[in-house]
């Protein structure tokens, strides 16, 4: 089997004194595609920003066996600030790193690298427009955009779904499916009925302390993690499940 | 009109000039920087942290203008340690600072003895007072923050932006943070001296949001901006010549009319464009 690009062990975290995550384990392999689901607060985005390194460990640990590998980030909708007066172009960019830290400009290469994918995700025409002016699919283009550019190892989309038609979201799912060739995809989303048929493996996150030892997952298993997302489809999806705790 | 021009031939008058346009200048840059990021009240606790900073050196005997400096970039550092820490909620902290430090300036140049400094300077501004010095370090601080945004324009927008993305991207978000602050509470005690404490936070944003009526690209709203603020401190400026007025107001004055005559040119053709689009 492949090397993991990422492990957690044992990640416990939260903030300041309110645990949220507690004692998760997860591995994500090169060649993963994983549908996180759980109640709204149950610590999804948490768990992202662990693995992206962005949130302070309580105890656990997280590691890349193969080194740091490239992340792709596109983050809730809320977290981003649509009045803030930035480019399509601009955002796009900002997902490139520049080869130098102390001399933060981007190469000739990297901007007709910026200009192709501008091209290929059919943002060319929008491309000077502000943020502000974009449609909901627009926009989880281009934050799509700017996660894929550095080409990375692992994908990670916490709830892509969001403010978008349900023919954007298929059309995104079509894309997903091509992209997992090339890399690992951690999905976050509510909606397990449209991610189930797509996904390899499933994760939940919800405030419960549970673990299921088995790969099935029914309605019933979901049930007894008192996780509460709608399961539209049926039938047998090999999955894992984090340990979470209650909150009381 | 001859008359009028003679006011060209003093010195003073061309010194207030030069601090316009160089306090136009640097509060575009900074105040770009203040409105997207929609911090304008972390800007208010700095400007009026810094009088306490103005009284203690009044107290001691040192420049004023150290003081405020001193103050205002400390003010500026704890704030953004604060909101790092979360712990506290930083529109209470900025409101504590805020008026701790007009009580501790009043109270310093209460106790200072003998001489009571012009408070009112401090308060207003004093353009019509400034001199050589001081428009050397004007144009220094101008200087430094072009070549500061030419060379890190991307982080300083990235971290602006979207922090956590732009951290994943290994982009040392609080060194781009912090600096940011020091140069933002440097600014604003340097425009301190041109507008004063009260009036100085409307150069920070009011040619902003002139500059967003016509783009909403961070890299243009900054030299927008710049010529929106230039020319309404100008007429500001000519206009407390002729009306005799105070100077600081004046400019704020037209700051703000130049601003509003635009947001209605605006209202008034998107109108016609509906109304077109109607028919
Ligand atoms: N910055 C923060 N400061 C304090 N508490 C936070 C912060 N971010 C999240 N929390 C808390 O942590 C818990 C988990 O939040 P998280 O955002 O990880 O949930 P989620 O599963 O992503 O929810 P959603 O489906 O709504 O996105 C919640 O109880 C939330 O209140
Ligand atoms: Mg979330």
Known sequence: MNKALVILEGVSTGYFSETVLKDVNLEI??????????????????????????????SGKLRFPGGR?????????????KSFPITVHELVSSGLKSKYSWFPHLSFGQRTRVKRMLEDAGLAGISSKPIGELSGGQLQKALLSRALIDKPQLLILDEPNTHVDKQFEQELYGWLRDLNKEMAILLVSHDIGTIFPMVKTIACVNRILHYHPSNQLSEEVLKIYNCPVDIIAHGPVPHRVLKTHDHE | MSEFLSIFEYQFFRNALAAAVLTSVLAAMIGTYIVSRKIVFIGGGITHASFGGIGLAFYLGLNPFFGAAVFGVMTALGIEWISKKGKVREDSAIAILWSLGMALGIIFVFMTPGYTPNLMSFLFGSILSVRAPDLIILLVFCLLL??????????ILYTAF???????????????????????????????RTVGIILVLSMFTVPQLTAMLFTRNFARIMPLAALWGISGSVIGLMAAYLLDIPTAAAIIFFLTIQFLIIKLIVIIRDQLRRERFRQ
């Open chain 2, 162 to 192: 979207d922090p956590e993305f732009a951290r994943t991207k290994g982009i040392s978000v609080d060194a781009y943070r912090y600096l940011m602050s020091v140069l933002m509470a440097v600014a604003i005690v340097l425009s301190i």
């Open chain 2, 146 to 155: 072009i070549i500061v945004f030419a060379v890190f324009f991307r982080p």
């Open chain 1, 29 to 58: 392999f090169p060649d993963d595609f994983i549908g996180v689901i759980g109640p709204n607060g149950g610590g999804k985005t948490t768990m992202v920003k662990v693995i992206l390194g962005l949130q302070p460990l309580f």
């Open chain 1, 69 to 81: 590998p490239k992340i792709g980030y596109l983050p809730q909708a809320s977290q981003i600030d």
